[in-house]
């Protein structure tokens, strides 16, 4: 069965700092790897996804994650955090025609 | 309008009671889901359906019961729900086509006195 490990349940960045979340995922075989993020009050925003090819992937809000096979790691990355980041954020994994899991999340604050 | 919308946004009910909850999309993907949220445990898949005539029992489906009543409606009830149900509960959509992106409702939060 896959699994997600998201190591941190909170980190605090300050505004304009670099932002990098971890996920390390379990799975057997090549894995379908998704970034979500939920902002206080919302649903999950899909954030960015890997299945294939190239493994640095860039997604929306300036966000972009890296897979790594050999470390079993796709985690998450920002150049500059803007106070509006300050969410929750979720790692999941799948494979095809299946379910997804997702890790516990991370909840990223934003001091000024 | 949204893609997935979920029905009540908010709902307080008490111990003993049969309550239900509803998810409708107008994405025409086959696939929906039921999770619930707690903090610090991320989200749990309750049940899931592949198709209409497809339903399958997710991580925590004790306590739950669902409906498929069409491709576009999936409904999530609580026969008699207790206070550690007191979530927040969503349902997703996903398309095969799209390496099972799911696609995610504003959710619906519970309280269970």
């Known amino acids: 069965a896959q699994s997600v490990t998201q190591p941190d349940i909170h980190i605090t960045v300050s505004e304009g700092a670099s932002l990098e979340l971890r996920c390390n995922y379990s799975y057997g075989a090549t894995p379908y790897l998704f970034w979500y993020v939920q902002s206080p009050g919302q649903g999950l925003q899909l954030l960015l996804k890997y299945f294939s090819g190239d493994t640095l992937v860039q997604g929306i809000k300036g966000f972009e994650a890296e897979f790594k096979r050999s470390q079993s790691s796709f985690n998450l990355r920002k150049p500059s955090v803007h106070w509006s980041d300050a969410a929750e954020y979720f790692c999941?994994?799948?494979?095809?025609?299946?379910?997804?899991?997702f890790g516990k999340g991370t909840m990223l604050l934003v001091s000024p | 309008d949204a893609d997935v919308t979920q029905t009540p946004r908010n709902r307080i009910t008490k111990t003993g009671k049969r309550i239900m909850l509803e998810c409708s999309q107008t994405?025409?993907?086959?696939?929906m889901y039921w999770y619930r949220q707690d903090p610090g445990l991320g989200l749990r898949l309750i049940y899931y359906?592949?198709?209409?005539?497809?339903?399958n029992k997710g991580e925590i489906s004790d306590g739950y019961s669902v409906s498929r009543q069409a491709q576009a409606k999936f409904s999530l009830s609580l026969e008699s729900a207790i206070p550690n149900q007191t979530a927040l509960y969503f349902c997703a959509t996903s398309d095969p086509d799209r390496q099972e992106t799911q696609y995610f409702g504003p959710g619906t939060r519970l309280l269970v006195l």
């Open positions: 994405k025409g993907h086959d696939r």
């Open positions: 999941a994994v799948g494979a095809g025609y299946s379910t997804l899991t």
């Open positions: 359906s592949f198709d209409v005539k497809d339903i």
